[in-house]
């Protein structure tokens, strides 16, 4: 986009950018784990964008451009504050858990709105960067390439993060399943 | 067919839509005959489709307003003469609408066309304010099923005509169920659609009858709005706008499609 007009610059970005405010609050809210945290980490995002907003090619996806500058924001902060959880050692993120369990042709539940709270619980207990491969792949829908491009990884470091995500989501829910009675425990041979 | 499992996360390439068409037909086969792969597809698609439904969270209240007071202060920095213009627009805008409101707010029995003018009107004021605000298409359709909308919606992105998204309300038009979404255009001005069962026979006589591409559209004139319906299957669509009516029939145009 070329320079704009101060006063076209703002209706574009107020048109085009500010209506994603629920999705990039949502996003926020599943990384940070805060209303509050979350708030701010929009508020610094919109600014960046809207100071940046000439770099943004209108047509092209305005949630991918601004999740892209909501996860740098983030990662910012989060190494300011020096927190641990970025910086898991490699084999929490590569490693699958034991499906030893998890067997069985039982038809699985249908995961309906109920299960909600159960869901975003198993998402928080994922390590980031899991977590925030299912953030943008499975909630905001964005494709491979975009939500790469948003998380700074490879195509298929996402690939692969994202598998594992699924894996451990699935481990996390079918055990909740089997706990409040969704699902038979498995019978143990004698 | 291939010989050896495929890795998992093949089958998640699978269960993404990312596979080549040979490689799909090769794994389609696989899984037909292979019990272990094929519950592997299971649980990851269980896991996708619960995490898609995850309920969206409304933004605190105050954020949208720190936000623009921030974007204000933005501005000022860069510009410390902010244009007139810039003000006077919205408020001309403010004006017609109330105008609007009154005239239509205070009438009697409404046909369709009347009944969604008089949605225009209300909208934005404690008489019909959105359930819902967010600039994603498919997570408001998501919203109107999780409502329990007994149709298909489907909320068509204007984003590449001017108007973003702003958010969505399940309503009654004339006592049946609707789903009302709004738009807000580059210069401030709405757009609001909505849908809900019926056909266009309900129309009353006196609107203008087009086609294009094969759809039938219906135009009606209210108070200086201007009405476009069509039909997308069994249910009904209309845009309502104040803006010129030509561009509301060419928005209209532009998103109908054929069921």
Known sequence: MTALDPERKRALFDATALPLTTALYNTALRLTGASADASDLVQETFLRAYRTFENFSLGTNCKAWLLTILYSVHINQRKRARHAAISLPPEELESLPDENAAGGDQRLPELDERWGPEVDRALRDLAEPLRAAILLVDIEQLPYEEAAVALGWPVGTLRSRLFRARKRLFATLEGYARATGYLRKPVRPE | ?259
């Open chain 2, 1 to 259: 067919m291939m010989a050896q499992h495929p890795l998992g996360e093949e089958i998640q390439d699978f269960a993404d839509g990312r596979l080549t068409p040979v490689r799909r037909v090769d794994l389609e086969a696989h899984l037909a005959m292979c019990p272990q792969c094929a519950r592997e597809l299971e649980r990851l698609r269980w896991v996708k489709e619960g995490t898609a439904r995850l309920p969206m969270h409304e933004p605190p209240p105050d954020l949208p307003a720190r936000v623009a007071l921030v974007l204000d202060t933005e501005d000022r920095r860069a510009s410390h003469a902010r244009p007139l213009r810039r003000y006077l627009l919205p408020a001309a805008g403010v004006l017609a609408a109330a105008a609007a409101v009154v005239i239509l707010v205070t009438r009697g029995p409404r046909d369709l066309p009347s009944a969604v003018a008089r949605d225009f009107a209300t909208y934005g004021t404690a008489a019909l304010s959105l359930d819902t605000t967010s600039g994603d298409g498919p997570a408001l359709e998501r919203y109107f099923a999780r409502r329990g909308l007994a149709f298909r919606t489907r909320v068509f992105d204007l984003g590449m005509m001017g108007y973003g998204l702003v958010g969505a309300r399940v309503h009654r038009l004339n006592s049946r169920p609707s789903a009302l979404f709004a738009y807000r255009g580059v210069d401030e001005r709405t757009l609001v659609c909505e849908m809900f069962e019926g056909a266009l026979d309900e129309l009353p006589r006196g609107g203008e009858a087009r086609e294009h591409d094969g759809i039938e559209f219906r135009i009606f004139k209210e108070h200086g709005l201007t009405l476009v319906f069509w039909m997308e299957g069994s249910v009904v669509c209309v845009l309502v706008s104040d803006v010129s009516g030509d561009d509301v029939v060419r928005l209209a145009y532009a998103k109908a499609v054929k069921v």
